[in-house]
T-cell receptor, first 114, second 115 residues
Framework: KNQVEQSPQSLIILEGKNCTLQCNYTVSPFSNLRWYKQDTGRGPVSLTIMTFSENTKSNGRYTATLDADTKQSSLHITASQLSDSASYICVVSIVRGATNKLIFGTGTLLAVQP | GAVVSQHPSWVICKSGTSVKIECRSLDFQATTMFWYRQFPKQSLMLMATSNEGSKATYEQGVEKDKFLINHASLTLSTLTVTSAHPEDSSFYIC???????????FGPGTRLTVL
């Protein structure tokens, strides 16, 4: 069964601190892995996208890693800001015909406090 | 970057009425669009794939007669929730693939509340 699991479910950190979110997946055939940020009541916004051969990718204060062997990914947020408060969703794309299918994780709800 | 818009952003309706939600790709064409539903504290669940010029493809368990999808043009897909009931209350999000490989642009979502 194609599944994407994220941990922790929720996280509270102080402004300026770093944090790391985890994602484990059991999907096949794997195409790529994405991290999205979803503000409350808004659609997801892409942060990073990594293919099988990529180990790490950065986007400003966001750095994602991918271990295709263990099927694990992480999203590291550096020097957190209040605006980082959101749900972070790990999404794995699987090959399905002409259009890949996205498998969504349940997300990690991050709250950054002053 | 590419933008996908949705209208309305929120809607409240009475049980038994039908509600139409529009999804537009503003600066690019999309022969395919995707419709998702998201319940509170849950992940996005793919409901159906909208195909321009042909019938939509529905995921298992999604009633095609209840959730009518029309992909009228290369920039517009509509989702109509027919005879809405309170259990249909949810956050509906559409997305469209962009030009780059595996890019996917999401709309801002539509909050539907059925009383």
């Amino acid at each position: 069964k194609n599944q994407v699991e994220q941990s922790p479910q929720s996280l509270i950190i102080l402004e300026g601190k770093n944090c790391t979110l985890q994602c484990n997946y059991t999907v096949s055939p794997f195409s790529n892995l994405r991290w999205y940020k979803q503000d409350t009541g808004r659609g997801p916004v892409s942060l990073t996208i990594m293919t099988f051969s990529e180990n790490t990718k950065s986007n400003g204060r966001y750095t994602a890693t991918l271990d295709a062997d263990t099927k694990q990914s992480s999203l590291h947020i550096t020097a957190s800001q209040l605006s980082d408060s959101a749900s972070y969703i790990c999404v794995v794309s699987i090959v399905r015909g002409a259009t890949n299918k996205l498998i969504f994780g349940t997300g990690t709800l991050l709250a950054v406090q002053p | 970057g590419a933008v996908v818009s949705q209208h309305p952003s929120w809607v409240i309706c009475k049980s038994g009425t039908s509600v139409k939600i529009e999804c537009r790709s503003l600066d690019f064409q999309a022969t395919t669009m995707f419709w998702y539903r998201q319940f509170p504290k849950q992940s996005l669940m793919l409901m159906a794939t909208s195909n321009e010029g042909s019938k939509a493809t529905y995921e298992q368990g999604v009633e095609k007669d209840k959730f009518l999808i029309n992909h009228a043009s290369l920039t517009l897909s509509t989702l109509t929730v027919t005879s809405a009931h309170p259990e249909d209350s949810s956050f509906y999000i559409c997305s469209a693939p962009g030009r780059g490989a595996d890019t996917q642009y999401f709309g801002p979502g539509t909050r539907l509340t059925v009383l």
